[in-house]
């Protein structure tokens, strides 16, 4: 699934398409194909040192046959978004996305020099491994862990305890508090139900569905939680630790709004609100 | 070898005075000691954030005394019947409907024009460099207004029993009354949370005092009578000399040599702690730099600041006067708005490096949490000395409040702070303050049994008690430079006495 996310993210996959339909003048294939084919095709020969998987004419043939009997399988779901379809691996080709390189508009090289690097054999500048589009930082609770490991081996001298230390380090890192113990038991249905209560006692009907429809019932009980001024303001302080701050008022915030944060693992968001306030932040343009 | 005695008779030598047995204590005067445990309510850590709102102040402080002010305020108009209606408990400000008769807890809110306000100075494009600082914020006009505030909104109150109360920005109340026609909340009656409960002597110190104290009543008659010594306003200049020799006099007298043994031996030896309280360092007269004076003209500046214009002398003169004082006596050093340590409130220690010769009575490298002899504090300061708990101040709190109305009554506004529980409302309206977001330090938890504010103009002091049977000594500390005043508070009975030195 990730491979599927780095797709929606660039918009390459429609580049490749125009490719291909210069290219192949015998290629009779219908729109639902799979990029995934393209790239995990155009793999197979590295001609060119840039990481764009260029298709080549002869790695194309497989798709020229008949379309509907792939080597790979797939499940056609159209995504709503794109206006070619795009079907989803399934879950039993699990490395086949591990395999394709994630690619930022950055690291693309234009069409041109795409089809005249095979011929012209140039050297080109290898942008593998420079990130020129600044990534979000997740702060991953495993790569701290990686790292204190890292630096309590450099610094402690004798190596048998540092096993040790590097467990007792991992435990705190992972240690949980008891009403988020309690708060990752709550089911899914627990939240459903909690968000339709209060849906229904509000007396006006939603009028404006569409600015809510992309949300899933999380986003959704997220978002009342920032605006739910008893807790206090919701801008400058990350939803958990709003969340943990009005349980040590004893203010008895819901415990499915930290349900939903646990299981999620969204411990360092901030409201929407506040990102919408703070919008000189980086940001994608269309 | 010659002896002493065959010397005796020239008149140079003496030999040391045979000591008289009537008079106690000939040789060497003990000072009596100390028993201290500094709290750290008002310290910040020192990786703070400031992404944080303000906002989060007025939040934790609504909070954390609204249950209480609601409690005093149903106990207290629970069946008020007027007018054939029945008062009704609100839940927030912005539930109050028009005619009926009901009651509310949030925030006061004073909108006074001549307050300085950042979207005022934003709007009109006045970008002055340093924020001028206003004498007086009220306006005689009457342009005013008092509001109430939580977090769903604003309402402006009004009424007659509103002149009878001191209000400033940041203390919480509940307010009984009605709308009308205007939109505007009639007052009726008003309750603050009233003093928070107090904890009793040596309630942090070790179980052995405690047993003592808990047969007897709190004060204990047969331990030797000690005393506290309170000083601010000390304002060591490097340019004016007007009271240095009141400061030497106050230097004799606090290392209890100053006067006869007599004296010495039954007052002096029993101050066991001196506790400065701000403004030891004068303020900086800064030259005028426009100025046509040559002499005066400021020098090219240098990494953005002028370093010519530093005068170190007033530093080197405050901690000549502490490492002379601390080998016998300990002393609590409190920053003020005049001392180098932060601008914003709660303010931190001043660091060790400005005094080179005392900071070695400072707490050792080994154990870091235990105060030395020389214990730097914060500004408010809570403590717990010789079993009492004592919240002191270097003065900003009560100035600023002092500022909100006309004629301030000083001893009135430190006994409404303490009823309010805030002991800095005024923070961070017009007092500047951290960003706090996960507790505020302002809101009194416990009641203090001392609460000084020092760099006042005069002394004053009172005894307040609270509903349930908490008393607190309020004093008001005057400014050493301008009334050469030391305050002595008694240990066990809470006296005061007020030690007035002059150099003829």
Redesign the interface.
Known sequence: MRGLSALKSCKQPIQHITILRTHTTSATFSPTYSSQDLFFYGHSDKQSSSHFPVPSLNSLTPITADVTHRPLSFSPSPCPQSPLTFTTPTNNQPDKAAVMPVTRRSTRVTSSRASSSSANNQSKLNFSNKITKPLPSRTNSKDKAAKVEEAIIRTTATPEPVPDKVKEQQEAVTKLSPSEVKASKVSQAAINRYWKGIEDSRLAKEVHKKHTSGLSTGEKVLRYWDVSSQFGPCVGITRLKRWQRAERLGLNPPVEVLAVIVKEGRGEERAHLDELLNSAAVGERE | MVKLEDIADLGLLQAPLKADPTTKAATALERVPSNYKSLDTFALPKDRQY???F??IY??RL??IKPAVEQIAYEAWEDTVLGGDNAKKVERVLDVRQGELCWVAGTVYMDMPLKPSILEDVSKDRWISAPTSVDHYYSEDGRDQIMLED??GRIRLVGEPLKNYFLVTGCIIAVMGTENANGEFEVIDLKFADLPPQPPRWALSDKDKKTKSEDLSMIDISAPSKRIAIVSGLGFSGSSTAYSAELKVLKEYLAAQALDAKTQSSEQSKISRLIIAGNSIAEATSSDPHSNNPSTKTHTKKYGYDASSYNPLPSQLLDSFLSELLPSLPITLLPGPNDPANSSYPQQPIHSAMFPESRYYGPTPSLPDEPGWLDATTNPFESEIEGWRVLGTSGQNLDDICKYMDNPDRLGLMEAMCRWRCSAPTAPDTLWSYPF??DEPFVMKECPHLYFVGSQPKFDSKVIEGPDGQMVRLILVPKFSETREVVLVDTETMELSVVRLSAE
């Open positions: 992404q944080q709102q906002a989060d939040f934790l909070t954390k977090d769903s977001q996960d």
